[in-house]
């Protein structure tokens, strides 16, 4: 018996996926002559009968379904090698695992990345959306290199540094009758179709309050829990809102912002490891979102 060559396997692989040796020469792109060779040769070196003729068909037998198995196994294990060298060539050039929560994960996030891998264009960056408190364990399980969050987390092994986000903004839709003033209060919005964040939510306890110090409440006529529902039912013209601009950002080309009196502080934070892998890559990714938050495109 002569060893198979890696050509033979994989015209076996070829025709038994495939199903035809036409389908398999063109997968292999050689010709069906050549392909037909390959699965003789095979089988001769072998001494095997793989295939089974059949009304100009090659139907695999119980020894060629026996030899594909194991084929697949060992052309597996080799992509699994392929896929740690691929990981060894990242780790060479950096690599950084950042969370974000679902309401910077649009716009905001963007901006930030296009501004980090203007500096590092050749660091491999993995992105994960998760609630603030999955998040926060992720990063005390070091799972996580950086992660943005609600601000809030206190913890001996972790740095939170607050981001400088400008104050919370009336969100309304295009043409709305209020946009012709340049800062509302809770007393112009009472009467409008409010859509509000969930009730738990930071944004929707900060909002309240300030309707409370008015002596009003407002007429919630939808709520959501995530900061682009919010903004998706404001650009439709469903209601009216009040939120971050850094969680808005994803409507500002279709809804009109004016600014909100009293004003409302909503502050996210860059929460990451004391003592943080990568760090001179989360310090770079750190400067490129307090960087980005200034520049946020839903402004009165």
Do not use: W
């Not at 692989?13 to 010709?31: K, N, P």
């Not at 003789?40 to 001494?47: C, V, W």
């Not at 060629?64 to 691929?86: P, S």
């Not at 009336?170 to 003033?181: A, D, F, I, N, S």
Request: charged residues 25%.
């Amino acid at each position: 018996m002569r060893n198979p060559s890696l050509r033979q396997l994989e015209a076996l692989m070829a025709v038994v996926e495939a199903g035809t040796v036409s389908r398999a020469s063109e997968i292999l792109r050689i010709s069906q002559p050549a392909a037909s060779k390959l699965i003789q040769d095979l089988e001769a070196d072998t001494g095997l009968q793989l295939f089974e003729r059949d009304s100009g068909r090659l139907v695999p037998t119980g020894r060629g379904m026996r030899l594909y198995e194991e084929v697949e196994r060992i052309f597996g294990g080799v992509n699994q090698l392929a896929r740690a060298v691929e990981a060894i060539r990242r780790e060479e050039h950096g690599q950084l695992f950042i969370g974000t929560m679902p309401a910077l994960s649009g716009p905001f996030i963007t901006r930030v990345l296009k501004l980090f891998r203007a500096r590092h264009p050749d660091v491999f960056v993995s992105v994960e959306a998760r609630s603030s408190q999955y998040l926060t364990e992720a990063v005390l399980l070091r799972r996580l290199d950086v992660v943005l969050v609600i601000s809030g987390l206190e913890h001996p092994s972790v740095i939170a540094e607050a981001v400088k986000n400008p104050p919370a903004v009336v969100v309304l839709p295009r043409g709305h009758r209020l946009c012709k003033k340049e800062e509302l209060t809770p007393l112009e919005l009472a009467e409008e179709p409010f859509i509000a964040f969930g009730p738990t939510s930071m944004m929707r306890r900060k909002v309240d309050s300030a309707f409370d110090d008015y002596g009003l409440r407002p007429r919630i006529v939808i709520e959501a829990t995530t900061a682009p529902n919010v903004a998706e039912f404001v650009a439709a013209g469903l209601g009216v809102t009040i939120g971050d601009p850094l969680s808005m950002e994803i409507v500002a080309d279709r809804v009109a912002v004016r600014r909100f009196r009293p004003e409302l502080a909503f502050e996210y934070e860059i929460v990451r490891p004391v003592r943080a892998r990568n760090s001179s890559l989360v310090a770079d990714f750190v400067e490129a979102t307090h960087a980005a938050a200034l520049t946020t495109t839903i402004l009165p």
